[in-house]
């Protein structure tokens, strides 16, 4: 079904905006809540989804799934990256994701996996009187909340864990205790200096055991050092305000020396933000490697909108979601609002060859969607195929009566 012939290609098959105005206010998700019987207690998380997860033109969408702690504090700059790289380009960065918030109740305690009295500087205080419930709330997330959004929206298999200082120390322990649960791990500015660097010793000697193929850690850094102050020196350094960033360093040096344990591994020193500000930048960063094999090479549509070029978009589209799938370990088809848009375009500037391709790529992948039945109706009937035409408007009404279709097959049907 055409939505946008006349614009070009790279507007086309960009998709619509995932946030909604009701009432004159902008809303970027809605609030879903869980009652743990782990944890004792009624958790709520913010919920993010693609602006086609609601669409009801297509077929339906499998999304990844963000898993984001302190998710009141961060997910309005994840939720509208994923948006940007996901859904405004004319080639995404990285596929449409739901993003799962999970908003704090007592975050000393759940994010983090040991109890101790001692601050990054070994002083006693009362402030970490509650820590130590991490396990217990690494067993929530894994036995009650991943099982709700997983029967409750339509998610694919592949979960990304994005945490930022105590948030960053679990997505450690997550990694290291519990490696299976997610995909790959986003670890901003971590506390690896929690409880005299034990789960950083912990680290140490785990890497040297596991294997991580498949998984993928990002690990950003900030500056938090004294002035005068860089990576070599503060390494020397044995004051307690600097105990944050060497613990990291130390884990950067832990991560990079046993690369043969598969983990897909990148780090990033950030000279000009500190421990509050990172964040931000992190998380673009993170997404950038975690996907950088998930976007269409960067020459692919100038030569897609060449009409002279010798380029079989079907095929290398195919190919390329043959490497998506490989990398996400599920298969992941091209989008079928993209594929569409693509084929109106080739049908637009009467390129039909390129456009039956693009339409049947998509009737192969996506055989009970009655728009792509539609839409190669429409391409028949621009070219005066009208036999076929109607054949395939007959294919699309099977799935759906759909009043715009049933229009164009009596039009026809009147012609003939």
């Known amino acids: 079904m055409k939505c946008f012939i006349s614009i070009l290609l790279i507007a086309a098959i960009a998709s619509a905006n995932a946030q909604t105005v009701k009432n004159n206010l902008v809303v970027m998700g809605k609030v879903d809540s869980v009652h743990s019987k782990i944890l004792n207690e009624k958790r709520k998380v913010w919920i993010y989804l693609p602006a086609g997860a609601d669409d009801s033109l297509f077929a339906r969408k499998r999304y990844p799934v963000v898993y984001l702690l302190d998710g009141d ?8 990256m994923i948006q940007q790289l996901s859904e405004v ?14 908003p704090n109740t007592n975050r000393t305690r759940d994010l983090t996996p040991t109890n101790t009295l001692l601050d990054p500087q070994g002083k006693k205080t009362d402030d970490f009187k509650d820590s130590g419930g991490g396990e217990k709330f690494t067993e929530f997330i894994q036995k009650e909340l991943m099982p709700h959004i997983d029967s409750a929206y339509s998610t694919a298999p592949y979960k990304i864990l994005i945490g930022h200082s105590f948030g960053g120390l679990m997505v450690v322990n997550t990694l290291v205790n519990h490696p299976d649960m997610f995909n790959a791990y986003v670890a901003i500015d971590p506390s690896m200096w929690w409880d005299g660097k034990k789960l950083l010793n912990q680290t140490r000697e785990v890497l ?8 993928s850690l990002f690990l950003a850094i900030a500056n938090t050092m004294p002035m005068g102050m860089d990576t070599m020196k503060v390494r020397t350094d044995t004051s307690g305000v600097t105990a944050h960033i060497r613990s990291i360093l130390l884990l950067k040096d832990v991560l990079k020396s046993n690369s043969a ?3 897909n591994f990148a780090y990033k020193y950030y000279g000009d933000d500190n421990h509050g500000s990172v ?12 996907f950088k094999f998930y976007g269409l090479p960067n020459d692919f549509i100038p030569r897609l909108m060449d009409p002279l070029s010798k380029i079989d978009p079907a095929a290398e589209i195919e190919a390329h979601y043959a490497s998506v799938s490989k990398q996400m370990g599920y298969k992941v088809s091209p989008p079928e609002d993209q ?6 375009y080739f049908m637009g500037s009467k390129q039909f060859e390129r456009a039956f391709a693009m339409f049947s790529l998509n009737i192969r ?12 109706g429409d391409c028949y009937g621009t070219k005066g195929d009208k036999d076929n ?15 715009e279709t049933i229009e164009k097959l009596n039009k026809l049907m009147a012609k003939k």
Do not use: W
Request: proline share 5%; aromatic share 14%.
């Open 73 to 80: 504090g961060h997910f309005a700059s994840v939720t509208g």
């Open 89 to 102: 380009n004319g080639n995404s960065i990285c596929p449409g994701m739901i993003v799962v918030a999970i």
């Open 208 to 215: 040297k055991q596991k294997k991580y193929y498949g998984k």
């Open 261 to 263: 344990d598969g983990l």
């Open 279 to 290: 964040p931000l930048i992190a998380e673009y960063d993170a997404l950038h490697f975690l």
């Open 339 to 344: 594929i569409n848009q693509m084929g109106y």
């Open 365 to 376: 992948n996506y055989p009970e969607s009655f728009n792509v039945y539609d839409s190669m």
């Open 389 to 403: 035409a109607i054949i395939y408007y007959n294919k699309a009404l099977k799935l759906r009566k759909n009043p």
